[in-house]
């Protein structure tokens, strides 16, 4: 009989990877031992775990830190997994309590710096189960954001936004696809039991097991936030074209530009990440020529007609798919992510010919990695001139479109069906010597 114990156990030192050694969710999971050789059904139950700890990270917390005599951070890293884990799967996951409180007691008994403490974690536990809903009630969705986030966030969007936002941010996202040719949305949609987004995107609401969805072993599709689907069709590519696709791993949007017809050069300075976007390529059998390669130090053989720049950011837009990020990033990344953002977009600038379009794009709801990025790279400049993000361009999104005609997307967009990861989109034109 499967009790769960590999998956509460696989989920919990899998939390304590990421708080540690802020590692990301799936690798966490990868590099927990025995995790590969369970079956697939566990594994599912395991990332269910660790993926509602994250969502729910702060007003877990906060029970916790009104059923417990002395503070958390007081208490031995085992066993605070143990109780972050197990609270989780009582408050927000309707986990039956005797299986989680005992299950999560034996995973005490295991661990040396836990055995002593396994008394309190079925005590803790089971005043959870009994006190822990009426406490929760008490708290907010925002309370799962680190402060400076959350303070970022109210000052640029405001309280209302802050608060549909952080709604969305609590449920698990939807599986949003980008169909190869255009032309075969209404077949695969009907095929995949999907919905066609305005901007284009299919949007199914089960997610599964992708590799066996109909069309996906035939290249007909790949997997793309429909936010992230977005930038490529700004750049207004035409058949030979040559692109750049600077930063482009795993390479949805080379697909993308590949599928248009566009001579797309992909340039990614990870190398391990590129074997994912060759497969991608592999796969929906389209082409590219992939270059592992700092953007910063490439050198092109000559200059592009169009540059597709989605820079490295903090990805605190991405929460809906990457729920740890609000836990494993801190502020102070935000300055080196936007001092990198510009070497690498005037790097784009250099490689651009004139007339060309530069597409700039992060997946960042801080200010300074989008508008304000942008408004840095218009000063530092002076050849690029904005090209204004029309309405008809972005179907269904034109209220996210900036008085200077950039794209401000957030989760709160398209809430009812699933919201959006955040991104901020600027398209410029590089002008043409008299």
């Known amino acids: 009989m499967n009790d769960g114990l590999a998956s509460r156990r696989s989920a919990a030192h899998a939390y304590m990877a ?61 066993a605070v997994a143990l109780l972050v884990t197990g609270a989780t799967q009582l408050l927000w996951m309707d986990g039956a309590p005797h299986a989680v409180v005992s299950t999560t007691v034996a995973l005490a008994q295991e661990n040396k710096a836990a055995f002593g403490l396994k008394g309190l974690i079925n005590a803790v536990l089971r005043k959870v189960d009994k006190e822990g809903r009426d406490l929760a009630a008490r708290t907010a969705p925002r309370d799962n954001l680190p402060d400076w986030m959350a303070r970022a966030w109210r000052k640029a969007y405001g309280p209302g936004a802050l608060a549909r936002m ?29 919905e066609i987004l305005p901007t284009g995107s299919l949007r199914r609401q ?28 700004l750049l207004g590519v035409k058949e030979r074209d040559h692109v750049l696709d600077m930063c482009a791993a795993p390479g949805g949007k080379t697909l993308q530009l590949s599928a248009l017809g566009a001579r797309v050069t992909a340039i990614d300075s990870s190398a391990s990440r590129l074997k994912q976007l060759r ?6 059998q389209m082409r590219a020529n992939v270059v592992a390669e700092d953007g910063r130090r490439y050198k092109p ?30 502020p102070g990344q935000v300055v080196k992510m936007v001092k990198l953002q510009l070497e690498l977009a005037n790097a784009a600038v250099r490689f651009l010919r004139p007339g060309g379009t530069l597409v700039l794009c992060t997946c960042s709801l801080q200010p300074e990695e989008g508008e304000g990025l942008a408004a840095e790279l218009l000063t530092r400049q002076k050849e690029l001139t904005v090209r204004p993000i029309q309405p008809d361009e972005v179907p269904g999104l034109s209220e996210a479109i900036t008085p200077e005609g950039w794209l401000r997307l957030t989760p709160a967009l398209w809430a009812e069906q699933g919201g959006l990861d955040g991104f901020f989109i600027a398209r410029f034109e590089k002008r043409i010597s008299a």
């Open 301 to 330: 053989k000559g200059p592009a007609d169009a540059i597709l720049l989605d820079a490295p950011c903090t990805a605190t837009g991405t929460l809906r798919r990457h729920p740890e990020a609000a836990q494993i990033k801190k």
């Open 166 to 194: 952080t709604k969305v941010l609590m449920d698990p996202p939807p599986l949003d696809i980008t169909v190869k040719d255009p032309a075969e949305r209404e077949k695969w949609a009907e095929a995949l039991k999907a």
């Open 18 to 78: 990421i708080m540690s050694q802020r590692k990301t969710l799936e690798s966490a999971l990868e590099h927990t031992r025995g995790y590969r050789e369970m079956e697939a059904r566990d594994r599912a139950f395991a990332r269910a775990i660790l993926a509602t700890t994250f969502r729910r990270h702060g007003q877990t917390l906060a029970v916790l830190s009104k059923l417990l005599a002395k503070p958390l951070e007081e208490t031995p890293e085992p």
């Open 206 to 233: 089960e997610i599964g097991d992708v590799t066996q969805l109909p069309g996906y072993r035939d290249g007909a599709w790949w997997i793309q936030d429909a936010a992230a689907a977005i930038p490529a069709t």
């Open 279 to 284: 497969d991608n390529l592999g796969r929906t």
